[in-house]
């Protein structure tokens, strides 16, 4: 059984930047509104249609739905409705313009502004700029026709995240393997991608992954790599789908395997509790299966109708085997990461 080296790493996801803004002020008690924030948000979208060319935003504050109009004869209908009202001075599709006249204008953006967007709270455009530097923003949101602004100063420059997730590769050095599930704080992986590597740098994309939280190898076959905050661990295995739990499946349940070398394979979980004496060191509690996995796979995500079942140790040509996912939780306190 081949236990070490894993191939190139998967592709960077993008997570949403929110950018934090100090809340208006808002009118006094409203009517009964629906008591949940979805429920809110449909009147929302429904004043939104009623108002029109009125309509100045709407936004979530204190248990309350506020909604912003232009024209103080609408207050009415957002009263009735059940909302709170604020009169603005611009309205929804005014700001949008104004925020769309900067993106348009973005390449003459300063390298010193960082974030522009709707500030619907404000009735204005916000604007975050490196320190020392809200006169050049200043000029840049004037010559793009914006004519209220709200400007932050922050030396704390936003970034991309990049996603990682079950079956893509991660490297060890020179060898690779491939993750398993998602964690709070990283992935849980094969034991022995740790110790027959001599535990080397952790990359994946060619950038630093983070660090190894523990490992266990022979005996077990089980670690959990702790991700830097460049890394976001998302509820999802490639290829197949999200993750919604651990529930172990039956022996003869139908499963399927991710991994970086062989990527999606489908197969039945055979026995388990099995103990197998790899030429490394011998394992104990795998579950065998029959689907097809190779080197470069270990560690990957094995996964019943979205029950995380454990990741790949390794195998044969005609059965691989998998450590079950719920005891590497267990021995590091980690939760998984549903999608």
């Known amino acids: 059984m081949t236990t070490r080296s894993k191939a190139l790493l998967a592709c960077a996801g993008l997570t949403a930047l929110a950018l934090s803004v100090p809340f208006g002020g808002s009118a006094g008690a409203a009517p009964s509104m629906p008591a949940d924030d979805v429920g809110m948000s449909r009147v929302a979208e429904s004043l939104s249609a009623t108002l029109g060319g009125d309509f100045g935003g709407s936004w979530l504050e204190d ?5 912003a109009v232009t024209d103080k004869a609408r207050a009415a209908a957002v009263t009735d409705a059940g909302a709170v009202v604020k009169v603005v001075q611009h309205s929804a599709a005014e700001l949008d313009s104004m925020v769309a006249g900067m993106n348009a204008a973005e390449a003459a953006a300063p390298d010193s ?83 027959l590597t001599g535990g ?68 039945t979980i055979g026995e388990k509790n099995q103990t197998v004496n790899y030429p490394e060191g011998s394992v104990s509690g795998l579950t065998a299966t029959n689907a097809l996995c190779q080197p470069g ?20 040509s005609a059965t691989c085997y998998f450590q079950p996912v719920n005891p590497i939780l267990s021995a590091y306190g980690l939760s998984l990461v549903t999608g």
Request: charged share 15%.
């Open 63 to 67: 248990g309350k739905l506020v909604v």
């Open 113 to 195: 502004v960082t974030v522009w967007g709707v500030d619907v709270r404000n009735n204005a455009v916000n604007m975050t700029v490196l320190p020392g530097t809200a006169e050049a923003g200043k000029a840049f949101a004037a010559s793009a026709g914006v004519t209220d602004l709200r400007i932050t100063e922050s030396a704390d420059v936003p970034r991309l995240f990049a996603d990682i997730q079950g079956g893509e590769a991660y490297n060890i050095g020179s060898s690779r393997c491939s993750v398993g599930f998602s964690v709070g704080g990283g992935f849980v992986t094969a034991g022995h991608c740790e110790a």
């Open 200 to 267: 080397g740098a952790l990359s994946k994309d060619g950038a630093a992954l983070g660090e190894w939280g523990g490992s266990q190898f022979p005996g077990s076959d089980y670690a959990w790599v702790q991700t830097s905050g460049d890394w976001n661990p998302v509820g999802q295995v490639t290829g197949v789908g999200a993750v919604s739990g651990s529930q172990e499946a039956a022996t003869g349940a139908s499963t399927t395997k991710s991994g970086s070398t062989s990527g999606v394979t489908q197969g």
């Open 297 to 316: 796979d270990s560690g990957g995500s094995f996964i019943s109708d979205g029950q995380a079942q454990g990741v790949v140790s390794g195998g044969n």
